[in-house]
C-alpha cells in the first residue's frame, strides 16, 4: 500500500536557519502530494501541495518540489521564525475519483528558538 | 460555522464505555472525513462520506467503531465498548467537493480510556 516516510524529529533550529524537511514516499501511479501544518492548539492546515511531477508547490516561504525520480517532497525554507514551530506533515492521495483518502506521515516537530 | 467543529474537545472514557464524536462540518461542504491520530503518529484513515454516502470505511479498525452522517451534514463517530488502544485523537475533515478540493480539518476530540 502507499506509505509516506519523514524525517524524524524534533528538529530544533535558530531564527534565521534554513530548514529541510525530508520526505519520501511510495505509491503506485502518480499521486498527488502534500505538505500540512499543526500549530500548537489549532487542527490541521494544508501548507502546500503539488499534484504533478517537477510541480514547485510554495506557501509562506516554503517550498517543496514533486520530485518523480527520487519519489521525494522535501520542504524547505530559506529564513525560519519562530512563528514557524510546528509539527509539519507530508500526505499523498491517489488521483482516483472517489478515492479522497490522505496517507500521511508520522509528523516532524520543528522548533525555532529566537 | 467558520471551520470544521467537534465536540467534545476532550473525552476521558472507562474501558468498555460507548462514546460518540460529533463532527459539525462547514456549511455545504459534500465531503467529511474521520482519522485517528494516535499519539506521535500521523493521522490514519478511518472513513469518508460524500454526503450521506459513507463511500470508503477501509480504514475502520473494527466492527466496535461506527460512523454516520444521516442527513449529509453533521456526522457522529461512535465507539463501542472503549478499549485503552482507542486513545486517540480523533480528527474530523471536510471539503466543498468529491475531488482535489482543499480538505480542512477541525481540532480534534482527544480520547483517553482508562
Known amino acids: 500500500g502507499d506509505s509516506v516516510t519523514q524525517m524524524e524529529g524534533p528538529v530544533t533550529l535558530s531564527e534565521e536557519a534554513f530548514l529541510t524537511i525530508n520526505c519520501t514516499y511510495t505509491?503506485?501511479?502518480?499521486?498527488?502530494l502534500f505538505w500540512y501544518v499543526q500549530y500548537p492548539g489549532e487542527g490541521l492546515q494544508l501548507l502546500l501541495k503539488?499534484?504533478?511531477?517537477?510541480d514547485k508547490g510554495s506557501n509562506k516561504g516554503f517550498e517543496a518540489t514533486y520530485r518523480k525520480e527520487t519519489t521525494s517532497f522535501h520542504l524547505e525554507k530559506g529564513s525560519v521564525q519562530v512563528s514557524d514551530s510546528a509539527v509539519y506533515f507530508c500526505a499523498l492521495k491517489q488521483p482516483n475519483f472517489g478515492n479522497e483518502k490522505l496517507t500521511f506521515g508520522t509528523g516532524t516537530r520543528l522548533t525555532i528558538i529566537p | 460555522g467558520a471551520g470544521v467543529s467537534q465536540s467534545p474537545r476532550y473525552k476521558v472514557a472507562k474501558r468498555g464505555q460507548d462514546v460518540a464524536l460529533r463532527c459539525d462540518p462547514i456549511?455545504?461542504?459534500?465531503?467529511l472525513f474521520w482519522y485517528q491520530q494516535a499519539l506521535g503518529q500521523g493521522p490514519e484513515f478511518l472513513t469518508y462520506?460524500?454526503?450521506?454516502?459513507?463511500?470508503?470505511k477501509s480504514g475502520l479498525p473494527s466492527d466496535r467503531f461506527f460512523a454516520e452522517r444521516p442527513e449529509g451534514s453533521v456526522s457522529t463517530l461512535k465507539i463501542q465498548r472503549t478499549q485503552q488502544e482507542d486513545s486517540a485523537v480523533y480528527l474530523c475533515?471536510?471539503?466543498?467537493?468529491?475531488?482535489?478540493?482543499?480538505?480542512?480539518f477541525g481540532e480534534g476530540s482527544w480520547l483517553t480510556v482508562v
Open positions: 505509491a503506485t501511479g502518480y499521486p498527488s
Open positions: 456549511s455545504g461542504h459534500v465531503s
Open positions: 475533515a471536510s471539503s466543498l467537493g468529491t475531488s482535489g478540493n482543499t480538505i480542512y
Open positions: 462520506f460524500q454526503n450521506e454516502a459513507q463511500l470508503d
Open positions: 503539488a499534484t504533478k511531477a517537477d
